[in-house]
């Protein structure tokens, strides 16, 4: 449904054309973030991999830790082991990633600071400015909805995260050779947040109040730079097959 109002909108001419087939695919139950992209990932419900928030406390009155990889293999890691070459980028609840056959860079639920969000080490190094998205970096800013001109502020930041992202994970797959990996799983979570903190810019008219033209022109511009990004990650990996999904 999403998807559908974003083409309508004009504003992913590149990527419609790539997805011209769309189907409704039902969620995990809970269906929250943390045990969907699990589930993805291990082809397991959260009751078989265990991952129900971003956060486990390991005993009452411990500090509560994030969460990070599932015990159980991935499918890239199934994939991996067979001889295919793999490419994993910004991959939600997967730090630390596992040594691979090709590359794979962790995403949301990533400790601040750490040097080992990468592998092979050398792409870790040749990364060391990327920041992936941390869901609690976001929890404070609730009353965004409520303040246009801190709203403007947010949504320039995360333009600016996403073109950050989206050069990342270029670098990652040319330092990789594109030509030798078979797959190629990206995740870009800045979708998320603005679908939680900018809904109404692409609401229908009964269901929010229409947005202020400043804020529907940054919105326009995060997805036409969504757009232009992925369509050259596509370009450079040269994919047979490509697939669209979201955790909720």
């Known amino acids: 449904d999403v998807w559908r109002r974003l083409c309508d909108r004009g504003w992913l001419p590149r990527l419609a054309p790539r997805f011209p087939v769309l189907a409704p695919l039902a969620s995990t139950v809970p269906p929250l973030t943390a045990p969907a992209w699990t589930s993805i990932a291990t082809g397991l419900n959260p009751g078989r991999h265990g991952v129900l928030d971003f956060w486990t406390r390991p005993s009452p009155g411990q500090p509560a830790r994030l969460i990070g990889n599932s015990t159980t293999r991935t499918f890239w890691e199934v994939a991996s082991a067979q001889g295919f070459g793999v490419g994993i980028f910004n991959y939600p609840l997967s730090y630390p990633p596992r040594p691979v056959n090709g590359f794979w860079v962790s995403g949301m639920n990533t400790p601040r600071g750490v040097a080992d969000l990468a592998t092979p080490a050398a792409l870790a190094a040749a990364l060391s400015d990327f920041a992936p998205d941390i869901a609690v970096e976001t929890t404070g800013r609730r009353d965004l909805r409520r303040h246009l001109a801190d709203r403007v502020v947010f949504l320039r ?66 997805w036409l730079s969504l757009d232009e990004g ?15 999904f979201s955790d909720h």
């Open 157 to 222: 930041e995360l333009i600016d995260l996403q073109a950050a992202h989206l050069a990342a994970g270029l670098r990652a797959l040319r330092q990789s050779d594109p030509a030798s990996l078979s797959l190629f799983v990206f995740a870009l979570t800045t979708t998320d947040r603005f679908l939680h903190f900018f809904w109404d810019c692409v609401a229908g008219a009964e269901e929010s109040e229409s947005p202020p033209m400043a804020l529907m022109e940054l919105a326009r511009a995060f």
């Open 230 to 244: 992925v369509d050259h990650w596509f370009k450079t990996a040269a994919p047979d097959l490509e697939l669209l």
